[in-house]
């Protein structure tokens, strides 16, 4: 298993502001992913990102609006630019892990006013 | 591509009961298949895994059977409680390519227990 904290946890952020969310991983791990879950949503993936390299993003999600950082095995952030109440939502991070596994962490809760 | 098609919800049920949640997935490789469990204002929590056909996953008396042949995952428990009710999301990762793999929700069904 993984354990993973994610900073901050809350937030309530002003139009046009960016808001950078901070995830840390108890042990290195290769892979980690960046969700975004909007309000009674599924989870919708960002981005993978791999240590040392750029991340991957899925359709519609750029980097401008999501900047990602993975500057070792344990630590990423994910950066959410120039937000817009439409980017209210949650944002997890997860890793995987032993067993082909997805852990996630308690996600951090944005409100964009 | 590889999807997830859930229950839709929300699904109500007194304390008690049987519960079933029916997941059915495509997939083009050999994936592994997950509940995954959001509790009111939480974040998500892996209930159970399956990683090969016929395999059990098994916790908090829950339990889902990997079906090959019918490509499904339902999740089922005999008796629920009130402190089950949360969103429940079916999932799979797709470990037949490479280290690339990622995981795929559901849409999730949220569970209600009336006490």
């Known amino acids: 298993s993984a354990v993973i904290s994610q900073k901050p946890s809350r937030d309530i952020c002003q139009r046009g502001t960016s808001l950078t969310i901070q995830c840390q991983v108890d042990s290195q791990v290769t892979m980690m992913f960046w969700y975004r879950q909007q309000p009674g949503q599924s989870l919708t993936l960002i981005a993978t990102a791999n240590q040392g390299s750029e991340a991957t993003y899925e359709s519609g999600f750029v980097i401008d609006k999501f900047p990602i950082s993975r500057p070792n095995l344990t630590f990423s952030t994910l950066t959410v630019s120039n937000m817009s109440p439409e980017d209210s939502s949650i944002y997890l991070c997860s890793v995987f892990t032993d067993g082909n596994t997805i852990y996630f962490g308690e996600g951090s809760w944005l409100t964009v006013v | 591509g590889d999807s997830v098609t859930q229950m839709e919800g929300p699904v109500t049920l007194s304390e008690e009961a049987f519960l079933t949640i029916n997941c059915t997935y495509t997939?083009?490789?050999?994936?592994?298949l997950f509940w995954y469990v959001q509790y009111p204002g939480e974040g998500l929590q892996l209930l159970l895994k399956a990683t090969k056909a016929d395999d059990k996953g098994s916790n908090k008396g829950f339990e889902a059977t990997y079906r090959k042949e019918t490509t499904s995952f339902h999740l089922e428990k005999g008796s629920v409680q009130v402190s089950d009710s949360a969103v429940y999301f079916c999932?799979?990762?797709?470990?037949?390519?490479?280290?690339?793999?990622?995981?795929?929700f559901g849409s999730g069904t949220r569970l209600s227990i009336r006490p």
């Open positions: 997939a083009t490789g050999y994936p592994s």
């Open positions: 999932a799979l990762s797709d470990q037949g390519y490479s280290s690339a793999s990622k995981i795929i």
